[in-house]
């Protein structure tokens, strides 16, 4: 894989009115599915937007559709390449999958094609619709007509430079919009909660949404572009942390475990990114930070013998509660695991998408533990992707996912400035910290949670910036 340097060029785009709008469409789309399904509303809505929140995605797919395919302007990328392969064993384990099984007792393929359907819309909205927002040709303009004709003018390397620098500040738009959204939404949840406006949910912190565990997975996944965005705006002062400062401390108070784990993860990554690019310099950095942190520590040694610290410990640890492995993980994956090594074919092509929801419905019919506790997943994207789809779905789905987040380490090195260093990072950081939440939560394949669509915007726009930058 060669790395290919861009020719800088002194255009300066100037963003029209119509991009601004078009910007919006992708965190429009995203918002009736993060509010709907996940926020404590009133039961009137929730019906009225059960069907309501698939207006956006619906738009967003429609506008590419009639901007990008209808034109013969499609272009197709790795990104695509794989959603097919993975599409299309969706299809060819739901269709093959075991017809005399008791999950059709659970209405399986009810299950299965309905979300199917909803990841075939999903992948269509972004294959197409943001597509044909970060290739909108009229989206950009030059300032100056000298300019245009420089441009018109300059050789192949140049105008793929310029096309290039485009689609990343389009790129950028998109990832902002986003973010000040879910900024918005963690304001007013969290305040909300502060002041008892909104009630808290299942006796912790979190926001609007009724399960902590959403508020802290949507969290350490837009916490990385927060960090990106403090960068990147210099005038704004102080105000620049706000956002990264009310999204930590909504998934601190939320009290889930595994943002602890992903922040751990990203802190990692983090800094053998910045080591690769900078060199021996950050190590100066981390190092002051690790030392100031252990001084902190140090001077306040009684912590580790006060109760905070006795009731930190104890979730953290307590098997028989919500510990590093709750009773949850301690039931679902030995289950999830026997059945998806039952046989060769489940082994290897899984039991039919939506057979997950369906498998643990029948385990309600027959044991009321179940039922009672509401267990409606495996509690693992990799376990519950595995089940359905087999290992062979799941290497499909996770290697290309992994690969974009450990060569960006590689990449690293090559890159052209800070600016770019830093945005690349921020997009492969979330997908990282997704990655690290699929260890724990199954939201991923599932597009009505919260945290779902913002990953699978980000995984797309990464590709994209990937193949602007390879030959």
Partial sequence: MTKTYQIQTNETPVITQK??????????????????????????????????????????????FWQLFLPGKWQQNRFDRYAILVLTLIAISTVFADSDSALHASKFYETGVFKAFSILLTYLSLTWGLQSILNNGDSLTLQKDRAMKTLRDSPPETLASGNAKSIRERAKAVIHNLLLVATLIYTVGLFGNLLKIIP?????????????????????????????????????????FFPTFVIFTAIIL?????????????????????????????????????????????????????????????????????????????????????????????????????????????????NNFFERWSLGSAHSAYVGLTYQIGILGSLLTFIPLWSLVVSHINQSSLAL???????????????????????????FYNIGSAHALPVWLVAYIAVKINDQQEI
């Fill in 200 to 240: 808290q949910s299942l006796g912790a912190y979190c926001g609007i949404f009724f399960n902590p565990n959403t508020t802290a997975a949507l969290g350490i996944v837009i916490l990385p572009l927060s960090i990106w965005f403090a960068s990147q705006n210099k005038r704004l002062g102080m105000f620049k």
């Fill in 254 to 366: 939320s009290g889930a475990r595994t943002p602890l784990f992903a922040i751990g993860i990203l802190i990692i990554y983090h800094f053998i990114c910045w080591w690769k690019y900078k060199g021996g310099e950050i190590i100066v950095i981390y190092g002051i930070f690790a030392i100031i942190i252990s001084l902190i520590l140090i001077l306040s040694i009684d912590f580790w013998e006060s109760p905070l610290f006795t009731q930190l410990y104890e979730s953290l640890t307590n098997p028989n509660g919500a510990g590093i492995t709750s009773f949850r993980t301690n039931l679902l994956w030995p289950l999830f695991i026997q059945e998806i090594f039952a046989s060769p074919v489940s082994a290897l092509i899984g039991h039919g998408w939506g057979s997950e929801e369906a498998f643990l419905k029948l385990q309600g019919m027959e």
């Fill in 19 to 64: 991009n601004k709008f078009l910007n919006w469409l992708p965190t429009i789309a995203w918002l009736p599915f993060a509010l709907v399904i996940n926020s404590i509303v009133i039961p009137p809505i929730i019906s009225f937007g059960y069907w309501g929140r698939w207006i956006g995605l619906f738009i967003l797919t429609v506008f590419g």
């Fill in 417 to 443: 400035n800070k600016e770019e260093f830093e945005f690349r990072l921020a997009l492969t950081s979330t997908i990282l910290a997704e990655l690290c939440v699929c260890f724990f939560e199954t939201g």
